[in-house]
């Protein structure tokens, strides 16, 4: 009797796993019928229980179960999800034909979440990295050319981040400040901007950068006033030295602001002169031309050779 009840324990059990695998494998084939049916909602809930409850699935299966999973995150819009899927299954199946199209999608998901362009430019630099990734490792792939525009889209999202940091500066005053953020943006981001805005900004404030400067010039020349005062009273040398010695770092401040205002607005003009005559049909080209009549060095060449 003890023998007929272990029996039939033993078959229980083994009908039981059977049932078990075959169950795991009709999820995944459920979740996968599914995905290919564009019915995402449904098969985004088989997969994930194929997947991480999978007693029974091929490895292979699993492969092609976590690339569906993530690109169903993707079709869903869900992008936080669809980038953690598809971080793993880069990580876990390098050799995967899949792996250019995880990659083309990864960077769009990082796109996708990253924030406004006033904001962090973390995601911004990873949909960039992913995209990079993809074009150096898989030129050939038909997702090269839209990898391509990705970083086209996050380059434009991060010279709008310096523009804004830029228009900050301008705001609180820094004219000088902004300029350095201009020309920045002009250097590392040429082929995504407007360069004729971009040269007209960097002028307008290297033209205003005495505004910055004027009460912190006036500060020191009292300053040097004060101290060649106490340097013709003092008859101790080494206290006239240390007063000297002040008195010459205070003119070396002063010489640098004053020839940063009197630099500044030669190379303003110098850009102003160069936009106008490279941005013949700019929309700023009016502002253009008024700061270089406001500072007397405008000439209209075309009206020129007309005479």
């Keep these: 009797m003890l023998k007929i009840f272990t029996v039939f324990v033993l078959f229980v059990f083994i009908f039981s796993c059977s049932e078990k695998t075959k169950y795991t494998k009709d999820l995944l084939n459920k979740g996968l019928k599914a995905y290919e049916s564009q019915n995402y909602k449904e098969a985004k809930d088989y997969l994930k229980e194929a997947i991480y409850k999978s007693k029974g699935a091929t490895p292979q299966d699993i492969i092609e179960a976590k690339f569906a999973l ?3 995150y993707f079709k869903l819009k869900m992008y936080v999800d669809a980038i953690v899927e598809f971080e793993e299954f880069i990580s876990l199946y390098p050799t995967s034909p899949k792996v250019p199209e995880a990659l083309y999608k990864l960077a769009v998901s990082y796109l996708e979440i990253s924030p406004s362009a006033d904001r962090d430019l973390t995601y911004v630099r990873k949909a960039e990295e ?3 990734e993809l074009i150096d490792n898989y030129p050939f792939s038909e997702y090269a050319d839209k990898a391509k525009e990705i970083i086209d889209k996050a380059k434009r999202k991060e010279a709008k981040h310096y523009i804004f940091i830029a228009k900050l500066y301008e705001n609180l005053g820094k004219p000088y400040s902004a300029s350095v953020y201009y020309n920045f943006v002009y250097d590392e981001f040429t082929d995504y901007i407007d360069k004729s805005y971009i040269e007209f900004k960097i002028a307008q404030n290297l033209l205003n950068v005495e505004k910055q400067y004027k009460k912190e ?18 008859t101790d040398v080494d206290k006239k030295n240390i007063l000297l010695n002040r008195k010459n770092l205070l003119v070396e401040h002063l010489n640098i602001l004053e020839n940063r205002i009197k630099e500044g607005k030669q190379r303003a003009i110098a850009i ?18 008024d700061l270089l009549k406001k500072y007397g060095n405008f000439e209209d060449e075309s009206d020129e050779h007309k005479k």
């Design 70 to 72: 993530a690109d169903t």
């Design 130 to 132: 992913k995209a990079r």
């Design 217 to 234: 010039i006036q500060l020191y020349k009292k300053k040097i006033s004060a101290l060649e005062e106490k340097i013709s009273k003092e």
């Design 272 to 289: 102003l002169k160069n936009a106008y005559k490279m941005y013949p049909k700019s929309k700023y080209r009016r502002n253009i031309e």
